[in-house]
Nanobody
Framework: QVQVVESGGGLVQAGGSLRLSCAAS????????IGWFRQAPGKEREGVSC????????NNTDSVKGRFIISRDNAKNTVDLQMNKLNPEDTGVYYC?????????????????????WGQGTQVTVSS
């Protein structure tokens, strides 16, 4: 099964940008839908952004719409999350997650699902 590893977190001032990257271990990566989740201290993990198998379908949670852009490169086995206009409420540990979707082009991973595979997470801190 695929393994995913996040990178790109860090400390940024409010209004700034960060780009997170999720790298996968297998060539079957193109059969997995990918979602980015985050967890702030004392809060439940929430779905932030997701992308379908070929990148034709994307979805963002309301709080990041117009600010975050998700993209994938199946040739490189990577999914990136470009985060713009960051604010302190975006602070948290960001997790990349994958679920095997086979040929289901309509699927997007914005909520945890059975057999979900998690990365180890990367910290994003936005200072005011």
């Amino acid at each position: 099964q695929v393994q995913v590893v996040e990178s790109g977190g860090g400390l940024v001032q409010a209004g700034g940008s960060l780009r997170l990257s999720c790298a996968a271990s297998e060539r079957s990566f193109s059969l997995y839908v990918i979602g980015w989740f985050r967890q702030a201290p004392g809060k439940e993990r929430e779905g932030v952004s997701c992308i379908g198998l070929s990148g034709g379908i994307t979805n963002n949670t309301d709080s990041v719409k117009g600010r975050f852009i998700i993209s994938r490169d199946n040739a490189k086995n990577t999914v990136d999350l470009q985060m713009n206009k960051l604010n302190p409420e975006d602070t948290g540990v960001y997790y990349c997650a994958a679920v095997w979707a086979g040929t289901d082009q309509s699927r997007c991973l914005l909520k945890p699902a059975p057999h979900i595979l998690w990365g180890q997470g990367t910290q994003v801190t936005v200072s005011s």
